[in-house]
């Protein structure tokens, strides 16, 4: 089957919704492919709250969070389509945001031609004005720690065990370690004391928690869970259940000091070590992928380096709060439902070249890891939000922003953490060249 | 039920031969220790840098106070689940009261977000509402 869209959306979860939402409202026929069979990613499993705050001012839970931007879409036309027929039907008006459900988008060429399969339609092959990549991350497994030891069965990612819990009404252990403490395995660690679970420690390599403090304070510290700092998994136990796993302290290199080695009993190990950015469509298309995040180099636009192609959410870059993702993903819709309605004026003579020739590199230095966006094209706007994380705690902590060589930014923080992504808003008239966002200690 | 567990509260308060308790503040990122020395109802927050640490500090001594969000069994539902939580904070000691409660609890579809699953959770006076909509199965088939 072959379709067109001026702008199709890969990705239903608050990402794709936000991106499809605001390219609607440009005026844009959108369509969103989602691989689940309902829309809502990751929120719907997301049942506890703190959801909100920054985007609606008030505190929701991760489905609530959700079902708002899905109540914006229907308005805008989206049902969930089991049907690719079934809207736009004659006698109404064209519906302008489509949801295609249990649809999986295989590849992305970058001449945005869309190809997607499901069990309705077959084959889909969509001819997108515009495509907003939205599809999220994945979990780290263990394959990807290689945790030395048996493979039995018990070891869930953080995130599969809320899913388990959360939706499907399983418990997936009675005695747990948690490895990890990012938010996801914090808040499991809670979701399963609840439960009636005994969770009897959170093992982190690091030697602070890359999760919200209200997190440590609220799920492991409430119930007593101890959290073990500079410490890991060495060793997995059991043949078919999991009976058990070895810990170990680490030095400063991250390297298991085997004095330490101590045996902890337990059924299950759930992992909450890190999400990787989805973006084998990304890739497969050619644009360029920025090794820090894992997702696209994109402009301010939430433009990659493929005219027409844009990315969001935590495909593009891993958020710690929704709210984030939600301007993100509009910033993304908006440019993509404008570079839709104008792609022949931007593919003339200055069109696609000046697209791609990005024209301020932004980097970061000192303590910064990443900064999004990595490029600032002609930004129409007066202002620009950097987006950015640092690899260490400083506390407090001095950030300075330069461009070509002269200070256009500089505040002091109380403090940075690699936990929480920062941002600082630049004047655009003020771009003189290379941006650098440098974050060192500051004096007490 | 409520002001049951203020008492027991403050009793422990009145009892504990160490008043001073300390608390990692959650207002923001900067995450101050908190120290508390309790004096009855007002008790002397230290460790703060802000107006907003000491009033939680306070509140977390007087009378800790937390969200429970969980799910309930759907008869009839496109999915199995629906996820609830309670309509503001509860007593954090009656935590798990409420989770035990919603443990045995059933829902018929269809369920709108905002509906009333229980009027009162756990006696404390808290309604316990759906963040779920759940049209039911018919309607998905």
């Known amino acids: 089957m072959e379709r ?41 499993q997301c049942i506890h709250n703190g959801f909100g705050l920054h985007y609606f001012g008030e505190e929701l839970t991760g489905p609530e969070y959700a079902a708002r931007f899905i109540e914006q879409a229907e308005k805008r036309g989206a049902g969930m ?35 997607a399969v499901n069990g309705r339609d077959g084959e889909i092959t969509v001819r997108a004005g515009a ?33 388990l819990v959360n939706l499907e009404g399983y418990l997936p252990g009675r005695e747990l370690v948690i490895l990890g403490s990012g938010d996801i395995g914090l808040i499991m660690a809670r979701r399963m004391t609840w439960e009636g679970a005994s969770v009897k420690m959170v093992c982190e390599l690091m030697p602070y928690s890359s999760g919200l403090n209200r997190n440590i ?61 989805e973006n084998e469509l990304t890739r497969g298309a050619g644009a ?62 200055r069109g696609a070249d000046r697209l791609n020739m990005g024209k301020t590199r932004v980097i970061g230095s000192g303590g910064t890891r990443y900064v999004v966006p990595q490029i600032i094209s002609e930004s129409p706007s007066e202002t620009v939000d950097l987006f950015f994380r640092v690899g260490e705690v400083f506390k407090p902590a001095r950030l300075t922003v330069t461009s070509g060589g002269n200070i256009i930014a500089s505040r002091r923080k109380r403090v940075m953490t690699p936990g929480e992504m920062e941002n600082i808003t630049i004047r655009t008239d003020q771009i003189n060249g290379e941006i650098n966002v440098h974050t060192q200690a500051d004096a007490q | 039920m409520e002001t049951r567990t203020g008492m027991e509260m403050k009793t422990e308060i009145k009892t504990s031969p160490d008043r001073k308790r300390e608390f990692v503040c959650i207002v923001c990122p900067v995450g101050c220790s908190l120290i508390i020395d309790g004096e009855g109802e007002s008790p002397r927050v230290s460790g703060n ?86 049209a039911g199965r018919s309607h998905t088939a």
Do not use: W
């Open chain 1, 4 to 44: 067109k869209a001026d702008v199709v959306v890969i990705g239903a979860g608050p990402a794709g919704l936000a991106a499809g939402v605001a390219a609607a409202d440009q005026g844009a026929s959108v369509l969103i492919l989602e691989r689940d069979e309902r829309a809502g990613g990751i929120l719907r």
């Open chain 1, 81 to 115: 389509g089991r049907s690719s027929a079934s809207f736009g039907a004659a006698g109404q008006s064209p519906a302008t945001i489509e949801i295609l459900s249990d649809t999986m988008a295989l590849s992305l060429s970058p001449e945005r031609i869309v190809t």
């Open chain 1, 131 to 163: 495509v907003v990549l939205a599809m999220g991350c994945r979990e780290r497994t263990r394959g990807a720690l290689g945790i030395a030891g048996t493979r039995p069965a018990g070891i869930y990612t953080a995130g599969a065990a809320q899913r």
């Open chain 1, 217 to 277: 304070v609220q799920c492991v510290r409430d119930y007593d869970i101890p959290l073990y700092f500079s410490t890991t998994v060495t060793r997995v136990h059991g043949r078919e259940r999991v009976e058990g796993v070895t810990i170990a302290d680490v030095d400063e290199n991250r390297r298991p000091i085997p004095e330490t080695e101590r045996f902890v009993s337990c059924d299950t190990l759930l992992l909450s070590v890190g999400l990787l950015p």
């Open chain 1, 288 to 349: 360029e992928i920025d090794p820090v995040t894992g997702g696209a180099v994109v402009d301010e636009r939430r433009q990659t380096s493929l005219p027409g192609v844009f990315a969001c959410g935590n495909a593009l870059q891993v958020h710690d709060l929704v709210d984030h993702v939600s301007r993100e993903a509009e910033t993304a819709g908006r440019y993509a439902a404008e570079f839709a309605a104008s792609k022949t004026l931007l593919q003339s003579s």
């Open chain 2, 49 to 134: 840098q802000c107006k907003r640490g000491e009033v939680y500090g306070k509140q977390e001594y007087l009378r800790p106070m937390r969200m429970v969000t969980s799910s309930v069994a759907v008869d009839g539902g496109a999915q199995p689940l629906c996820s609830v939580k309670t309509e503001r904070e509860i007593d954090k000691a009656k935590i798990f009261e409420a989770i035990e409660a919603i443990r045995s609890m059933r829902v018929r579809a269809p369920v709108e977000i905002g509906q009333t699953i229980a009027q009162d959770i756990a006696g404390t006076g808290v309604r316990l509402i759906a963040t779920t909509a759940d």
